[in-house]
């Protein structure tokens, strides 16, 4: 059974970068075949696509967020990590990592974590 | 990229069938047939539904179907439960390799 697990800081605070790292049990993340990504949900709010990346490292990311965002790779520890750069309040949200396959959607869910900008 | 376009609220009786739409664009949903739905109950992580249009993955239970036509994609969720109350997503791949969503449908079981 393929597991996500998200983990970094709860809170912070305005203009600092919001990072945070996802790791992948259960499946290879360098086996390809599927993209690794990040989703946000703003308190009382929709599902926002952040990006997601492929095993070879090719990342794609919103349009809206691209310039302040990087997603990165790590096959040897098969995990995957999202910086945000210069957060405001509105970046508060539960962030969940999920993997994302062409033919199944995004099928494996973290848990999420709720990240809260506030100084 | 604007959102995909979801009502915000449908409701059922214990039984019942509902329909959920998901309109999009040429661009999106009527261009391909990789429209997902999704089930988020409050507090919890969402889960998959609906994949590839009307393709369910193992053991979800053959209540829940998905259909497309032209620009809009719908969810049927027949034989109403109480546990079906939550909240519905519908998402879309597009052509720039960026997957979009819905705005999120909520349904309440009467």
């Known amino acids: 059974q393929v597991q996500l697990q998200e983990s970094g800081p709860g809170l912070v605070k305005p203009s600092q970068t919001l990072s945070l790292t996802c790791a992948v049990s259960g499946d290879s993340i360098s086996s390809g075949g599927y993209y690794w990504s990040w989703i946000r949900q703003r308190p009382g709010k929709g599902l926002e696509w952040i990006g997601y990346i492929y095993h070879s490292g090719s990342a794609y990311y919103n349009p809206s967020l691209k310039s302040l965002v990087t997603i990165s790779i790590d096959t040897s520890k098969n995990q995957f990590s999202l910086k945000l750069n210069s957060v405001t309040a509105a970046d508060t949200a539960v962030y969940y990592c999920?993997?994302?396959?062409?033919?199944?959607?995004?099928?494996?869910w973290g848990r999420g974590t709720l990240v809260t900008v506030s100084s | 990229q604007s959102a995909l376009t979801q009502p915000a609220s449908v409701s059922g009786s214990p039984g019942q069938s509902i329909n959920i739409s998901c309109t999009g664009t040429?661009?999106?949903?009527?261009?391909?047939?990789?429209v997902s739905w999704y089930q988020q109950h409050p507090g919890k992580a969402p889960t998959l539904l609906i994949h590839d249009v009307s393709n369910r993955p193992s053991g979800l239970s053959n209540r829940f179907s998905g259909s497309k036509s032209g620009n809009t994609a719908s969810l049927t969720i027949s034989g109403l439960q109480a546990e079906d109350e939550a909240y519905y997503y519908c998402?879309?791949?597009?052509?720039?390799?960026?997957?979009?969503f819905g705005g999120g449908t909520k349904l309440t079981v009467l």
């Open positions: 040429s661009s999106d949903i009527d261009g391909y047939n990789y």
């Open positions: 998402s879309s791949y597009t052509p720039s390799t960026t997957p979009l």
């Open positions: 999920v993997r994302y396959g062409d033919y199944v959607g995004f099928d494996y």
